[in-house]
């Protein structure tokens, strides 16, 4: 069984730029969560979909969206990257949107504001 | 609001000396538990997990984790280090919904440094 994959793997962009991530969870897997992970911060929460709805969000700014497709692949989208949105953002999946559910993760994506 | 706490930003063990990562947690309801492994350059990988039940809960590549609730600790054990464990561990809690649905929260994570 395939695992997470997350496109592209490493992205560079500029200040004011915009970018979009993509996230195919595991075959079967319905709920699709999104981290950004920095070395100060660590691992934060961005948001969760389950069927193509936004179940939980975390404390960034709207320039941080997402969707999920009925095939429950997920996209994220920054809009007017600042520097400090240079991170390694995971995308983890689940079977279903459950407390105890395990979360698989993809290898991330590793973005470079310049 | 939970929370997670990784006292340690390193630990430094010995091979095959046993080795313990801390991890404490607060959560307004009943917690679910997980530890996750990150080697470098990769994404998370799954552990293991308190649900309910027994308090020692056994994973992958012989680690284990002792719930304590009295003490809201949630340690990572492995009786024999290995040179190959080293990399860095995340303990994450997620609350029993009995508060509402909660997201996951992670620890800052331990760098383990396993010596040859």
């Known amino acids: 069984k395939a695992g997470v994959t997350q496109t592209p793997r490493y992205l560079i962009k500029t200040r004011g730029q915009q970018v979009t991530l993509s996230c195919s969870p595991i075959s079967g897997h319905r709920s699709v969560s999104w981290y950004q992970q920095t070395p100060g911060q660590g691992l934060q929460f961005l948001f969760e979909?389950?069927?193509?709805?936004?179940?939980n969000k975390g404390n960034f700014p709207g320039r941080f969206s997402g969707r999920q497709f009925s095939n429950s692949r997920s996209e994220m989208n920054v809009s007017t990257l600042e520097l400090g949105d240079s991170a390694l953002y995971l995308c983890?999946?689940?079977?279903?949107?459950?407390?105890?559910?395990?979360?698989?993760f993809g290898p991330g994506t590793r973005l470079t504001v310049l | 609001a939970q929370s997670v706490a990784q006292p340690e930003d390193q630990v430094n063990v010995a091979e095959g000396n046993p080795l313990t990562v801390k991890c404490t947690y607060s959560v307004s309801g009943n917690p679910y538990l997980f530890w996750y492994v990150q080697y470098p350059n990769r994404g998370l990988q799954f552990l293991l997990k308190?649900?309910?039940?027994?308090?020692l809960v056994k994973g992958s590549y012989g680690f284990e984790a002792e719930f304590n609730k009295s003490q809201t600790s949630f340690h990572l054990k492995k009786p024999s280090a290995l040179v190959s464990d080293s990399a860095l561990y995340f303990c994450?809690?997620?609350?029993?919904?009995?508060?509402?649905?909660?997201?996951?929260?992670f620890g800052i994570g331990t760098k383990l440094q396993v010596i040859p």
């Open positions: 308190y649900i309910t039940g027994d308090n």
């Open positions: 979909y389950f069927s193509e709805t936004q179940r």
């Open positions: 983890a999946s689940s079977l279903v949107s459950g407390n105890a559910d395990t979360q698989y």
């Open positions: 994450a809690v997620r609350d029993d919904g009995s508060g509402g649905y909660q997201k996951v929260t």
